[in-house]
């Protein structure tokens, strides 16, 4: 059964399944255009999906008690990109538990913007947690968010000698590789989004950044992951 790709339709209806390790699932039935449904509908889909890989389960923003955006949100919807990024280049972001994670990103966030800017954040046991509502456009890469997914993996995949950084990082440094359980479920997001969404374009920051913004997340290390991934869908570069 061809997945659903949203259109520019009105009023029309599709079974859309959820297929996981090839075993396709009950079918969801989604109005197109309609986005609390869309919304609920990757919701759902992660709560079945989840499970099977990390024994987590998907959190919205009211399970890690995300504060009210501050400000009126300006929507979003016609996704065809997904940007991947990491927490940051400090030891103190190293796999954070993701409740406390998501309330210092936003807290952070609140400063200058109106909410978290992300849409999706990964924790590297294998959670994932909403972040800004997936109605809204992100506030994730300078100068260019419309259309553009950000999902936050937390940790920090910057390797010594990378943007500066001293070859004696690596004293402190334990956050070696993307551990497997968080990227099985940034896959399993990455699948679900493109499901419900018409994704052309998957890759990191730095490769959406504008060329006045120089930028090296989501580090060295994430990056191969990112690449292939995005081969492994078929996906264009940004």
Known sequence: MKALKMGNGKNKTTSIPLTIKGKEQEPKVVTVNDKAATRQAIINYLEKSLPIISNNKFLERSDWHAKPPKGSLEEDWDYFGIVFHHQGNSPQHSCAAMHGSMKEVQDMHLSKYDDIGYHYAVSCTGEIAEG??????????????????????????????EAGIEDSWDILYYNR?????????????????TTYFNIKQLGGHREFALSTDDRTCPGNIAMPLIQKLRASMGLGTP
């Open 132 to 161: 800004r509502d997936i109605r809204f456009k992100g506030s994730h890469v300078k100068n260019r968010n419309t259309g553009l997914i950000g999902v936050l993996l937390l940790g920090d995949y910057t390797e010594p000698g």
């Open 177 to 193: 590789r993307v551990p497997e359980t968080q990227w099985r479920s940034a896959v399993v997001l990455a699948h679900a989004l």
